[in-house]
């Protein structure tokens, strides 16, 4: 099998069997996300203790790679605290953005480098980010609802 086809299939598999779906009541953290280009939406709840994200939801409507890479989030930052969570994202993102991550892939990601074929197409890439900006929204406590536009 092929590598490509392994990460269609986790994106496909937590597309259909979104990780973490629901909503923390009460949470200690929440924010909800947009992005009007694609118009995914979607709402994470966060139970913090201290700096550590000890539990997280989302819900929301949206594409299969919004979908997809907010599973895929949730199950990574799970335990995580703030600065940790922060160089994921960093990670990530260059995963999405670099043409040529393949060889500098953080070992990091582990499942979240399923995302790498986004990148092929950068109309999608606020799609698959959308989920950490509404993360760090959420860490921020930031009220308003956090855009992608
Ligand atoms: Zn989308």
Known sequence: MELKDLYRDVILDHNRQPRN?????????RAEGH????????????KLNGD??????????????????ASLMTEAIK????????????????LLT????????SPDLGKLAALSGVREFPMRVKCATLCWHTLN???EH???PVSTE
């Open 21 to 29: 779906f629901g909503k923390l009541d009460p949470s200690d953290a």
């Open 35 to 46: 992005n009007p280009l694609c118009g995914d939406r979607l709402s994470l709840t966060l």
């Open 52 to 69: 550590r994200i000890e539990d997280v939801r989302f819900e929301g409507k949206g594409c299969a790679i919004s979908t997809a890479s």
């Open 79 to 94: 335990g995580r605290d703030r600065a940790s969570a922060g160089r994921l994202f960093d990670a990530v993102h260059t």
């Open 98 to 105: 670099q043409p040529d991550a393949g060889a500098a892939t």
């Open 137 to 139: 929204a959420a860490l």
């Open 142 to 144: 930031q009220p308003a």
